[in-house]
C-alpha cells in the first residue's frame, strides 16, 4: 500500500498566493494541500476538525498575524511542523519565527522545488533554513556568547514588528490599522514604543534602519 501524502494546511489571505503555492505543490505526488484559510480563525478551525501534518503559514495575515497564529497551532498541536512562508527577507523574520517553534522559514520568492524539498524535511521531523538564516544563527549565537551588539528591531514584539514594517514602506497610521485590524490610535502607541525601544525620533530613521539592514523588500 502506497504511503499516505503529507497533508498540508494553507494559510494566506491572498487566493491568488494559494492557488500559486497549491499549483507548485501538486507536483509532487507526495503532497496533498488538504486545507486552506485565509485568516487566523479560519486557521484553527480547520486544525480542529482535520489532521495536518505540515501548516504552511503567511506572516502578513490580517488581524491575528502568522507569528500569532504559529503560538496558538504550537500550542494546540505540538506535533505539526510549521513553515512560515512570507515575502519578507530572512533577517526581519526567520529567526524570530525559529525561536517560537517554526520549523522553517520560506520567503515567497522560493522556487516550487524548495518549497516541496521544504514541506518532506519538515513533516520528516526536520528543519528547512537557508544558507543566510544559518548564518543568522550561528552570528547570533557567536554575540551572545561574548556579549555582542544587540540588534535594535529584535528588542520590538511580534505586533511592533509588523507595524514597523508598514510605517517603513510609507503606510499610514489609517492604512496599518486597517491591514492589521487596528484603531489609529493603538498604531500610534505602537510606532511610539518602536521609537523609543530602537532610540529613534522619526519615521525617517525607521526607514534608513530598514534599508540599511535589508529589512524591506
Do not use: W
Amino acid at each position: 500500500m502506497p504511503n499516505k501524502p503529507i497533508r498540508v494546511l494553507l494559510v494566506d489571505d491572498h487566493a491568488v498566493v494559494r492557488n500559486g503555492v497549491r499549483l507548485m505543490l501538486s507536483t509532487a505526488q507526495d503532497i496533498a494541500v488538504t486545507g486552506e484559510a485565509e485568516n487566523a480563525e479560519a486557521a484553527m478551525r480547520l486544525a480542529r476538525q482535520q489532521a495536518f501534518d505540515v501548516a504552511l503559514l503567511d506572516i502578513a495575515l490580517p488581524g491575528t498575524s502568522g507569528l500569532d497564529l504559529l503560538k496558538r497551532l504550537r500550542a494546540a498541536q505540538p506535533a505539526l511542523a510549521v513553515l512560515m512562508l512570507s515575502m519578507y527577507a530572512e533577517e526581519a523574520y526567520a529567526i524570530r519565527a525559529l525561536k517560537l517553534g517554526a520549523a522553517g522559514y520560506l520567503t515567497k520568492s522560493h522556487s516550487g522545488d524548495a518549497m516541496i524539498a521544504a514541506v518532506r524535511k519538515v513533516a520528516a521531523g526536520g528543519k528547512y533554513i537557508s544558507a543566510a538564516t544559518a548564518d543568522q544563527l550561528a552570528d547570533q549565537l557567536a554575540d551572545n556568547l561574548g556579549g555582542g551588539r544587540v540588534v535594535p528591531h529584535e528588542a520590538l514584539s511580534d505586533r511592533e514588528l509588523e507595524v514597523l514594517k508598514l510605517l517603513a514602506s510609507g503606510q499610514s497610521l489609517v492604512k496599518i490599522g486597517d491591514v492589521l485590524h487596528l484603531s489609529p490610535k493603538t498604531v500610534s502607541t505602537h510606532r511610539t514604543h518602536i521609537l523609543e525601544k530602537m532610540g529613534m525620533r522619526s519615521n525617517a530613521e525607521l526607514v534608513r534602519y530598514m534599508l540599511e539592514n535589508g529589512l524591506l523588500t
